[in-house]
């Protein structure tokens, strides 16, 4: 009897401790998102390496919107469309992109997804937060996801899972910026020779 009721108080305890570690994480994951969904917008520096490759740059954000340049190549996002130069073919392919192509050029994409679909959890790593996300339907493009947040709520790492591996995005010099829309739309005044191919 005593077993019994050993038993059943521990797992009263470990539902208890998971419900307490999945509010903390969402509170952890809507200040983050506040701060980073600064309404003027956001730049950081960043290096990325996994199924993608490694590359290193410069991203700026604007709700939904990104722009992201790098030694290669620049990506434009303005919420619905996006356009990708590839510096050395000086060529601009036009898309719209899937979840998981948004999320592995906008490593800020975590603001809007752990919202729906995800179970969260959290743990302090070397003095900062640690927000796991599991997608509750494996079907999802990203699977798994651990973004490390500093104290100050800005997110210093993105390494997230998809059906072909992990991805490591690192982040830093995070700051608040007035931006302008057109950073996030491709200019072609800007690119005269460059031949542009739409995908869509």
């Known amino acids: 009897m005593k077993k019994i009721v050993l038993i059943s108080l521990m797992t009263v305890l470990a539902i208890g401790l998971n419900a307490q570690t999945t ?3 969402r509170q952890i994951l809507d200040k983050t998102a506040t701060v980073v969904g600064n309404k003027g917008g956001a730049q950081a520096r960043f290096t990325m390496s996994g199924k993608y490759g490694n590359t290193s740059g410069t991203i700026y954000i604007k709700g939904n919107k990104f722009c992201a340049h790098t030694d290669a190549a620049t990506v434009w996002y303005n919420g619905k469309t996006q356009w990708m130069y590839n510096k050395k073919a000086d060529e601009v392919n036009i898309s719209t992109p899937t979840e998981a192509q948004q999320q592995s050029m906008n490593p800020y994409k975590f603001i809007n997804i752990y ?3 995800y179970d969260l959890s959290c743990k302090t790593v070397s003095g900062q937060y640690q927000v796991h996300l599991k997608a509750q339907n494996q079907q999802r493009s990203i699977k798994e996801m651990y973004v490390t947040i500093n ?3 800005r997110p210093t790492q993105v390494k997230m ?4 591996g992990w991805t490591v995005i690192n982040i830093s010099n995070f700051q608040a910026k007035k931006l302008s829309d057109r950073v996030f739309t491709f200019n072609s005044k800007d690119y005269p020779n460059a031949e542009v191919i739409d995908l869509r």
């Open 151 to 153: 104290k100050s709520y």
């Open 161 to 164: 899972r998809t059906a072909k």
């Open 23 to 25: 509010t903390q994480a």
């Open 115 to 117: 919202k729906n679909g």
